[in-house]
């Protein structure tokens, strides 16, 4: 472990549209879509190339099914995810403490 917090912070996570997204994937077993659409307030190229980054570094999974004739896109944040994002938050607790109760 890194004795200076700013260089133990996740990038990929610290990104503060991917932080909002996997904000609301914590918070939930999924989400679809247009649900972090709506929470987000991306647009959807915005929305869709933050998932594909958080995707292929395995923090999230994606899921593509119909509902009849509609496309519904499911999205869950993984173990891996999850994981990063507890360690990140405990970055940024560190980051925020008194330099003395270091």
Do not use: C, V
């Not at 594909?52 to 395995?58: F, N, S, V």
């Not at 999974?61 to 519904?72: A, D, L, M, S």
């Amino acid at each position: 472990m890194n004795e200076n917090p700013i260089l133990e912070i996740d990038k990929l996570i610290h990104e503060p549209a991917r932080l909002l997204i996997i904000r609301h994937l914590s918070l939930l077993d999924s989400g679809d879509f247009l649900y972090l659409l709506a929470a987000t307030g991306l647009s959807k190229g915005n929305l869709s190339t933050h998932l594909q980054k958080l995707e292929k570094a395995g923090y999230i999974e994606i899921k593509k099914r119909f509902i009849g004739k509609k496309p519904q896109t499911i999205l869950k944040l993984t173990a891996l995810g999850r994981n990063n994002y507890n360690a990140y938050q405990e970055t940024m607790k560190k980051l925020w403490k008194d330099p003395s109760e270091m």
